[in-house]
Antibody, heavy 120, light 106 residues
Framework: EVQLVESGGGLVQPGGSLRLSCTAS????????MHWVRQVPGKGLVWVSR????????AYADSVKDRFTISRDNPKNTVYLQMNSLEADDTAIYYC?????????????WGQGTLVSVSS | DIQMTQSPSSLSASVGDRVTMTCRAS??????LNWYQQKPGKAPRLLIH???SLQSGVPSRFSGSGSGTDFTLTISSLQPEDFATYYC?????????FGQGTNLEI
């Protein structure tokens, strides 16, 4: 079964940076739009960002714009989320999600998530 | 940004019940509406996309309807494994906002 695997989460101080990575086993990510979605444990889902297959088009939630950058390295089959100027409100589980290969956007396949904790 | 509002926030039901939950968008989104199911400690799962299309592998007791701003998710006969939180999401415009969720409990 194809799995998305996130890594790079952890504890960071306010104002610090982290880079999350997402890779897949058994699937070439380069043909898919990819997304990051976050969730404070016990709370709702929040869409964070997306990137086009070739990496030329990106979009962000207002809450992370100018602080987070989504990117991808297709030869490495990896999608990234660079998170700078982290705030306590960024504490959440971050999910990497694959979009459908056809049709309208839908979050079809989810990783297991990686926890980011921002605290001093 | 498009705001998504789900109701009710929580819903109590029994096995075998028919349940309906709603999702309202703050502006027109055509049929660009998806539904997800999430169980505690697990990643969400796509159930229905573009309002009414059942994702592969999802049981036919799940159905969706609506258009424009008002949408519904119906479970025709609740099974024990259906007790979970359900989220709607619009994919009409970025940011692709979610509703706050409906917690379906026994």
């Amino acid at each position: 079964e194809v799995q998305l695997v996130e890594s790079g989460g952890g504890l960071v101080q306010p104002g610090g940076s982290l880079r999350l990575s997402c890779t897949a086993s058994g699937l070439t990510l380069s043909t898919y739009w990819m997304h990051w979605v976050r969730q404070v444990p016990g709370k709702g889902l929040v869409w964070v960002s997306r990137i086009s297959p070739d990496g030329s088009r990106t979009a962000y939630a207002d809450s992370v714009k100018d602080r987070f950058t989504i990117s991808r390295d297709n030869p490495k089959n990896t999608v990234y989320l660079q998170m700078n100027s982290l705030e306590a409100d960024d504490t959440a589980i971050y999910y990497c999600v694959r979009d459908s290969p056809v049709g309208a956007t839908r979050l079809e396949s989810w990783g297991q998530g990686t926890l980011v904790s921002v605290s001093s | 940004d498009i705001q998504m509002t789900q109701s009710p926030s929580s819903l109590s039901a029994s096995v075998g019940d028919r349940v309906t939950m709603t999702c309202r968008a703050s502006q027109y989104i055509s049929t660009y509406l998806n539904w997800y199911q999430q169980k505690p400690g697990k990643a969400p799962r796509l159930l229905i996309h573009t309002t009414s299309s059942l994702q592969s592998g999802v049981p036919s007791r799940f159905s969706g309807s609506g258009s424009g701003t008002d949408f519904t998710l119906t479970i025709s006969s609740l099974q024990p494994e259906d007790f979970a939180t359900y989220y709607c999401q619009q994919s009409y415009h970025t940011p692709y906002t979610f509703g706050q969720g409906t917690n379906l409990e026994i």
